[in-house]
Antibody
Framework: QVQLQESGPGLVKPSGTLSLTCAVS?????????WSWVRQSPEKGLEWIAE???????NYNPSLKSRVTISVDNSKNQLSLRLSSVTAADTAVYYC????????????WGQGTLVTVSS | QSVLTQPPSVSGAPGQRVTISCTGS?????????VYWYQQLPGTAPKLLIY???SRPSGVPDRFSGSKSGTSASLAITGLQAEDEADYYC???????????FGSGTKVTVL
């Protein structure tokens, strides 16, 4: 059973950088699957942020692309997210999720981690 | 603000059938992209309900079914049960936004 676990600071200061890690267990990140970050806030609902393949190939939400970096560490079986120049609008629950064979949907999700942007 | 529009809420008595609509446009559902459905219980992550052409992951009851026509899709829940009370979201791909998009979400209440 594949499991995903997000981790990172729960509080980030405005204009700072949000950094999260997603540890994958029960399966290899170096498979035919793609891995995404999705966030959820009361204001914006569910919002897809970015996706990555184990080879390092990435796709980004154009609305966030200038501030987002997604990366993968195959040796640690984990993926990461960095979001720069954060504002209160970036306050949300952040999820990592698996897209099986790039079929366009998400079959496994982490439990999510709340990140609050505040001074 | 969401690209895919859903009714904020639907309700029904136990045993009844309810449907949730998901309205998109020619750049997502209307372009032929598949529509997927998720169930989210309070305080938990979304759970995949429907994928592909009306397929369900193991463990999802066949009371849940999906359909698509034109620029819209629907999720039907038959034989509504108390445990179905949750938020439901549709999801697809949008070629003008070049990314995955979600619906605004629908809260299902079992009366």
């Amino acid at each position: 059973q594949v499991q995903l676990q997000e981790s990172g600071p729960g509080l980030v200061k405005p204009s700072g950088t949000l950094s999260l890690t997603c540890a994958v267990s029960g399966g290899s990140i170096s498979s035919s699957n793609w891995w995404s970050w999705v966030r959820q806030s009361p204001e914006k609902g569910l919002e897809w942020i970015a996706e990555i393949y184990y080879s390092g190939t990435t796709n980004y939400n154009p609305s966030l692309k200038s501030r987002v970096t997604i990366s993968v560490d195959n040796s640690k079986n984990q993926l990461s997210l960095r979001l720069s120049s954060v504002t209160a609008a970036d306050t949300a629950v952040y999820y990592c999720a698996r897209d099986p064979s790039h079929r366009g949907y998400f079959d496994y999700w982490g439990q999510g981690t709340l990140v609050t942007v505040s001074s | 603000q969401s690209v895919l529009t859903q009714p904020p809420s639907v309700s029904g008595a136990p045993g009844q059938r309810v449907t949730i609509s998901c309205t998109g446009s020619s750049s997502n559902i209307g372009a032929g992209y598949d529509v997927y459905w998720y169930q989210q219980l309070p305080g938990t992550a979304p759970k995949l309900l429907i994928y592909g052409y009306n397929s369900r992951p193991s463990g999802v009851p066949d009371r849940f079914s999906g359909s698509k026509s034109g620029t819209s899709a629907s999720l039907a829940i038959t034989g509504l049960q108390a445990e179905d009370e949750a938020d439901y979201y549709c999801q697809s791909y949008d070629n003008s936004l070049s990314g995955y998009v979600f619906g605004s979400g629908t809260k299902v209440t079992v009366l």
